[in-house]
């Protein structure tokens, strides 16, 4: 006989008990995935899982939306071409409060929830700071109750799967939605046209000249959302992605002529534009797909925000009132051209007014101190794909070069280095220029950066709009990278201080009273021991690597760039292997230590992908001569990701952030080995000098020229002034320049060494070399001779890294350049509105 349902068990996808969750799944489990004895998957268990907490997510998802819309809250529109996400089922689960129902649930009916969760591949839309930072911010706007969307696209293919043989680096695929993804909702009835190529028809109307985009290709944009859960499971709002879909995917008339590849031709252009992440631009052909998925997902999420803010006032000029959008990098940088065009040619506003409301409601951040990495494109290029933006790029830049004049008369290299338009051959468009030009704010994104674009990079816009300026320092989420990534040690902080620092990190301040206190000190070092056996765990089961957790874990994990000097790192472990070899008393004294790697080079980039190959080359020979492998092991960790940083940063030690001085904006990576209390081991580069200032100059191991000393040497530098002067690095290039390292393959490292050996060593890697070496051997003494002194260290770099959370950071951003306010969500737990919401209005 049918059991009569009761109250509760109608309630069963709202409420958070563990026996709620336990029937939650059990149903998608047989309804949504028709799963039963005879046939159920581990996949199949992931999805069932992930559609119960999405239940509760969505139902709190409509309570969100509902309060923003009746506030007419204004809006943060944040749009980058990276989201670096990682797996969303712990950061949903954790965010939600859910973790010991989830946990009970899972054991109840018999399954692990680590082996579950397990089964998620990362969501890899980014490779490194730039869209890890943009990940933690929609965390922390989420936390903090401000109303926001992200918007990117949604790469059928991430960043690649990156494979190691014989130490190169290999790009696979990364398919990362093969199984699909039972996190992100599909909106077709959320579609836009982007339009590309054509030409521009003027037309004398109403008394004014408009302009008609005409002749177009087009393709359309439709939206996928994911839910972006706050802490507390209170405010939830929206990463809304972008995939290119064909207006027409199929031609029956070609089909039926027998050309069955043109019959699905137009479907495979289109789609080509949100299929891979960074496609190798060292290709015209590639340079075009880059710029076409620019303008791709800008024009989508411009059209998507004038729909919404139409849905609430019919007055254009209230624009700014209601979205505050925000240009993550030069990216998205077209934005400026592209909300010119809608408020001039759609909207028929004059110039000027449709200029303020663009200003008003435009904001730039900058991430990069390296001008080849400021984004250009050639004019030929733009004209053939954006006419009209083209025409909308030039006038701006005919209306602003006066104004520059009147700063800098007679100063035609100044006027030069403003204008938006790049007088080479072809002409290029510097979007780094036209963002600056068309914002109301400009920041930089660590105060030593800041300062650098003011003052270096940026001088002249500088003294044009010095009011544009400002620092935003980065930060990370420390409910991803304390509370989730290493449950543990959050336990500890939580017991020791109370959980206010989950949501206020300024708090952890009050660990410096426990940095003497002998019980604290040995519970946070077993955390950590404890930290590098899962870790070791991990790595065997990831990658087949074998780490001893018993060594000081020493790690550089970031993406591999020259500038970035994982070399200084590999030139050192050379150092540090003859002295094993050639010094029996050091050998006997030497602290065992295990050097990691990881991060991806860019397809293209021949120099990092063979620093790759030298750091692995050494590796090899490290780690098979038993007359130092005992003591000095070194690995490179193959496709380093979210997930696999979530394992490997509670467990180090040491925390390798060695940029050349000047070159790295801020880097994010620093802040979460900070959080996790691990030493940095650096140069007063990007927010370097800000941990050095919060943790304490005795608390960190700084070396190397600073930035102002890098610009004195670079006119007269000669790294052989640094190598014939040291017998220990003149000895280490020798080794290494007899292809000790490279046996049988004598050339493979020709073009690397050459660019540092004979062409001047652009990053300044062997004057700094010396300084290195010795503040690290002074690292791992200290580890050795007074590990309680290491151990206090560590814990009071975890007290001083409260200033590196991305809430602090947006509460910055909303106050100081978006202008936006917080609108508190209600928990609703008990009321479930689905069928009131269904009823036909």
């Given amino acids: 006989m049918a059991t009569k349902k009761t109250e509760k068990q109608e309630n069963t996808r709202i409420s958070h008990t563990a026996s709620a969750i336990e029937r939650d799944f059990a149903e998608h489990l047989k309804y949504t995935q028709d799963a039963d004895v005879f046939h159920t998957t581990m996949q199949g268990r992931y999805n069932a899982l992930a559609y119960s907490i999405r239940d509760r997510i969505i139902h709190q998802w409509d309570v969100s939306r509902k309060v923003q819309a009746a506030a007419k809250a204004k809006r943060v529109y944040y749009l980058s071409l990276e989201f670096l996400m990682g797996r969303a089922m712990t950061n949903n689960i954790t965010n939600m409060g859910l973790n010991d129902e989830v946990s009970k649930a899972l054991k109840d009916l018999g399954y692990k929830y680590e082996e579950i969760v397990d089964v998620e591949p990362d969501a890899g839309l980014g490779n490194g700071g730039l869209g890890r930072l943009a990940a933690c911010f929609l965390d922390s706007m989420a936390t903090l109750d401000i109303p926001s969307f992200g918007y990117g696209i949604r790469y059928n293919y991430g960043i690649f799967r990156q494979q190691i043989k014989d130490g190169y680096q290999f790009e696979q695929p990364d398919n990362w939605l093969r199984d699909g993804n039972p996190w992100e909702i599909a909106r077709p009835d959320l579609r836009y046209t982007v339009n590309f190529g054509g030409r521009v028809e003027m037309i004398h109307e109403n008394g004014r000249d408009n302009y008609k985009w005409v002749d177009t290709e087009k393709i359309e944009g439709m939206a996928y959302d994911t839910p972006i859960v706050g802490y507390g499971g209170k405010t939830i709002n929206t990463l809304r992605l972008w995939s290119a879909k064909a207006i027409e995917d199929f031609s029956f008339e070609e089909f039926n002529m027998g050309d069955y590849t043109k019959a699905v031709r137009e479907k495979v252009s289109a789609e080509n534009i949100s299929q891979v992440l960074y496609p190798n631009d060292t290709q015209y052909l590639g340079k075009v797909l880059r710029l076409k998925q620019q303008y791709f997902f800008v024009a989508c999420s411009l059209a998507d925000i004038m729909r919404r803010f139409k849905s609430i006032s019919s007055n254009i000029n209230e624009l700014p009132k209601f979205a505050a959008i925000q240009m993550n990098d030069t990216h998205p940088s077209i934005a400026v051209a592209e909300l010119m065009r809608i408020l001039v040619d ?101 105060a030593l950066h800041t300062e650098l674009l003011k003052n270096s990079m940026f001088p002249e816009f500088n003294r044009i709009y010095p009011e544009k300026f400002q620092n935003k320092t980065n930060g990370i989420t420390p409910r991803r990278w304390l509370l989730s990534a290493n449950p543990d040690l959050a336990s500890l902080i939580t017991e020791t201080i109370g959980d206010e620092w989950i949501t206020n990190a300024e708090k952890l301040s009050s660990l410096r009273l426990f940095a003497d206190d002998r019980a604290f000190a040995q519970k946070f070092a077993r955390i950590k021991a404890s930290n590098k056996v899962r870790a070791a765990e991990f790595l065997k089961r990831d990658c087949g690597i074998e780490l001893d957790p018993d060594t000081i874990f020493d790690v550089q994990v970031k993406r591999i760039h020259e500038y970035k000097r994982q070399l200084l790192n590999a030139f050192n472990i050379v150092i540090l292997y003859l002295r094993l070899k050639n010094d029996d008393a050091y050998r006997a004294a030497f602290p065992p230590t295990t050097f990691l790697f990881g991060g991806k080079s860019a397809p293209g980039y021949v120099n990092a992908k063979l620093s790759i190959k030298f750091i692995n080359s050494v590796a090899a020979m490290v780690n098979s001569d038993p007359q130092v492998n005992k003591g000095l092991k070194v690995f490179f960790m193959p496709n380093y990701r979210v997930t696999m940083a979530e394992s490997i940063i509670p467990a180090t030690n040491l925390s390798e952030q060695i940029s050349t001085a000047g070159l790295e904006a801020s880097g994010t990576g620093n802040m979460k080995f900070m959080l996790n209390g691990a030493l940095t081991i650096g140069t007063l580069d990007g927010a370097n000098v800000e941990i050095e200032q919060e943790a304490g100059k005795d608390n960190v191991f700084i070396f190397g020229h600073t930035e102002d000393q890098i610009a004195a040497l670079r006119g007269n530098y000669d790294p052989y002034d640094f190598i014939r002067e040291d017998d220990e690095i003149r000895a280490a290039v020798e080794l290494i320049r007899s292809n000790f390292f490279n046996i049988g393959e004598p050339h493979a490292f020709d073009q690397l060494f050459h660019d540092i050996f004979d062409n001047r060593d652009k990053y300044f890697i062997f004057a700094d070399l010396r300084m290195y070496a010795d503040r690290h051997q002074e690292a791992m003494d200290l580890y050795r001779d007074n590990f309680k002194e290491f151990n206090r260290k560590a814990i009071l770099n975890v007290a001083s890294s409260g200033k590196f959370s991305s809430d602090r950071t947006i509460r910055e951003y909303a106050t100081q350049i978006w202008n936006v306010g917080s609108f508190p969500v209600p928990l609703n737990t008990d009321v479930d509105t689905s069928i009131e919401d269904a009823r036909r209005h």
């Fill in 346 to 446: 759609q909207e028929c506003l004059d110039w000027d007014k449709a200029w303020d409301i663009t200003r008003q409601c435009l904001g730039y951040t900058n991430h990069t101190l390296m001008p080849e990495a400021l984004e250009k494109w050639p004019v030929p290029m733009m004209q053939q794909l954006l006419p009209r933006h083209m025409q909308i790029i030039f006038e701006i830049n005919a209306r602003f070069i006066p104004r520059a004049a009147a700063f800098f008369p007679m100063d035609g290299n100044a006027i030069s280095r403003v204008s938006i338009i790049e007088e080479s051959n072809p002409k290029n468009v510097r979007m780094a220029n036209l963002a600056i030009i068309g914002s109301h704010a400009v920041n930089g994104v660590a």
